[in-house]
């Protein structure tokens, strides 16, 4: 295909999936999404929600893919109806856990199979960096790394001070922090706003969970704090919470669900349990991310 008929394909394809989005949309600007949101809230004609805007870091588009002629490239996304279902008999953290542990160990077993068939099989790359300095994995300790059973990552130190909030980071550009440009914002007919991963048939990648996980732990974090999503893009929701936890201990035992919903918040963010748990107390923004 030619520069021009993939741009025509593309543009086809992205009128196809808007026909079939959930959400009606507003454009707004990055700095003022929150406000618009508010404003857009208060009216009561649907639930609102951030969605990013046209950036590399929060590409919008993403969200539609659901939704173009070709679906997920497999199956057809399951029903709003059937996730809710589904998301209904969930005992948020406790299923969720199980599922993730499950699942660890099925593909370490298919691994450990594959390698006994084709001990020369490829296998991912693996880079570590330490003191500023990158070094690839050796194919013994790749196999090793891929073989052990999923770590706990450290309590830490209590921090002296929390980290800045993320704030509703999908509407802001992550490497500078300046607000987005152009921000959509979509419009649920719904008044049930832990729906909105249903609607969008958001998660199932990588160790995002499946979207009635997310609607589970929303209901869950909304009974207990508050919760409410104001923003989600491609990969990033943003919770804000009324009530936040009130001692080290509550916010410990918060932050270990936490892990279990995203690990990536700790693993390739603030790197303990402690860390997580002193932004849970000093803040209402609640920040999740997936690779």
């Excluded at 543009?11 to 196809?16: C, T």
């Excluded at 700790?266 to 349990?273: H, P, S």
């Amino acid at each position: 295909m030619t520069p021009d008929e993939i741009k025509r394909h593309v543009q086809e394809y992205r009128k196809k999936a808007l026909e079939g989005f959930p959400f009606k949309l507003i454009e707004t600007t990055g700095d003022q999404a929150l406000t618009k949101w508010q404003e857009l809230k208060s009216a009561g004609h649907g639930i609102p929600v951030v969605l990013g805007g046209d950036d590399e870091m929060h590409p919008f588009d993403n969200l539609l893919t659901p939704f173009g002629p070709n679906g997920q490239n497999g199956p057809p996304p399951h029903s709003v109806e059937d996730i809710l279902h589904a998301a209904a008999s969930i005992r948020f953290p406790v299923d969720l856990a199980k599922r993730k542990k499950t699942e660890s160990e099925a593909a370490v077993a298919r691994l450990k199979a594959n390698l006994a068939t084709n001990p020369n099989m490829p296998l991912p790359q693996i880079i570590e960096t330490r003191n500023g300095a990158m070094r690839t994995y050796t194919r013994e300790e790749t196999i090793a790394t891929m073989e052990a059973a999923p770590h706990d990552p450290p309590l830490g130190e209590w921090p002296a001070a929390p980290d800045p909030s993320a704030g509703l980071s999908v509407a802001h550009n992550l490497l500078t922090g300046k607000p987005l440009p152009k921000v959509y914002i979509g419009l649920a007919s719904t008044d049930d706003w832990t729906a909105i991963p249903a609607f969008l048939r958001w998660g199932g990648w990588n160790d995002c969970p499946r979207p009635e996980y997310h609607v589970a732990a929303l209901r869950t974090w909304r009974d207990r704090y508050g919760a409410e999503l104001v923003g989600i893009s491609s990969d990033t929701i943003n919770l804000r919470v009324a009530t936040k936890p009130k001692t080290r201990e509550e916010a410990l035992a918060l932050a270990r669900d936490q892990y279990i919903y995203c690990a990536d918040i700790i693993d390739q963010g603030v790197g303990t349990y402690s860390a997580l748990a002193a932004d849970l107390i000093a803040g209402d923004w609640w920040y999740f991310w997936w690779d």
